[in-house]
């Protein structure tokens, strides 16, 4: 929409401004990392971050969501949970903003989930453009997620004195003028922006050995790879990967009642396709038993299926699940391995 300048010594008074009106969240250090927290003070956050603990997916898809809550003794009183407070989100990595434009899609799809909308229309995101790679395990360019054109309100690179802000949105152009100090970008300024957005392609290497585009018919080839029985073996089905994925949408509801049998709640949280429970079903039969089959089922789902139902890859190359398993099952690994198979057997 437009192209505007904020010095940096304006960015902490525009977080100021922001937060009497606004629940603000943004990464902050914690415990020798950083995650995503609601902030108090504009000090508190750390644009300039590896990646989080956990993405921000957590604020549209809450880890636990009380759907409803009754009390039945008077009647029946059921009391609906209260409307989402107005958000922004502060320096979201452009990964994290591919992520975001796959669960918008499949929330709203299909039959709709009324919750995440209403959270989603309460929010606003705020990028930031990724200078450098976050450490060894990010492959971000490999699956086209390096930087983005859509997907937020406004978008931050960092010019050096200054950031230059995307304006994404009308609600971002409002945000903007309402509590920013900024100024239109010159010739000059636009200028520097290619500079840096230029000299940054050649910091990203390429992790994958094949163009991102032959993946879905590479996973479609390998379901009978022995590779899948190789991790099956290795896996420990703790659901780390899956915990901390910013594209996972798995969740179970339960009914949680009170002693007295009257008064209880109904209650969302996120759940695994790497449990052991999740595919089982009426009569105690599972039908991805094994660790191998899960293994499979996950690294499809994020190639394959979830392209073909929603348009978007269901892996955006943040390396988190590769941060966070602790038996080194990594996408790269695999999906390379997979690939390294089938041109030997493509040779035989």
């Known amino acids: 929409m437009s192209l505007r300048i904020l010095p940096k010594q304006e960015f902490e008074s525009f977080v100021g401004r922001l937060l009497p009106d606004f629940r603000v969240a943004g990464p902050v250090a ?63 990595h452009t990964c994290d903003l591919h992520a975001i434009q796959l669960l918008d899609h499949v929330f709203s799809s299909g039959h709709a989930d009324p919750g995440y909308i209403n959270r989603r229309k309460q929010t606003y ?6 200078l450098a790679p976050c450490d060894e395990h990010s492959f971000c360019k490999s699956m086209g997620t390096l930087t983005a054109d859509e997907g937020y309100d406004l978008h931050l690179t960092d010019l050096g004195d200054a950031y230059a802000v995307d304006v994404g949105s009308a609600a971002g152009e409002e945000l903007l003028e309402k509590y920013a100090k900024s100024s239109p970008s010159t010739p000059e300024q636009v200028q520097r922006l290619n500079g840096v957005l230029s000299e940054k392609w050649g910091r990203f290497p390429y992790r994958l050995n094949f163009d991102v585009s032959e993946l879905p018919s590479l996973l479609d080839m390998s379901m009978k790879s022995p590779l899948w029985e190789e991790l099956g073996q ?20 339960r009914d949680e ?22 595919a089982t079903v009426a009569g105690g039969h599972n039908f991805r038993k094994s660790r191998a089959l899960r293994q499979r089922h996950r690294f499809l789902r994020k190639g394959k299926y979830i392209l073909e139902a929603h348009q978007h890859l269901g892996c955006v190359g943040c390396g988190r699940c590769a941060r966070a398993c602790l038996v080194d099952i990594t996408p790269v690994g695999v999906f390379n391995e997979l690939y390294r198979l089938q041109e030997i057997g493509g040779r035989a």
Not at 125 to 130: A, D, F, H
């Open 30 to 92: 914690h415990n020798g990392g950083f995650a995503f927290q609601e902030i108090g003070d504009p000090a508190e956050l750390k644009l300039e971050y590896p990646t989080t603990i956990l993405p921000p997916k957590k604020y549209l898809l809450p880890t636990r969501e009380v759907l409803f809550s009754y009390n039945r003794s008077n009647g029946v009183d059921i009391t609906s949970p209260e409307p989402p407070r107005p958000t922004v989100i502060l320096g979201v």
């Open 125 to 130: 995101l705020i990028s930031i453009e990724c």
């Open 234 to 253: 290795r896996c420990l089905s703790c659901a780390a990967c899956t915990n901390v994925c910013p594209t996972c949408f798995c969740f179970d509801v």
């Open 257 to 278: 009642v009170e002693l007295d049998l009257k008064r209880g709640q109904r209650v969302r949280m996120w759940d695994s396709c790497q449990l052991d429970e999740f």
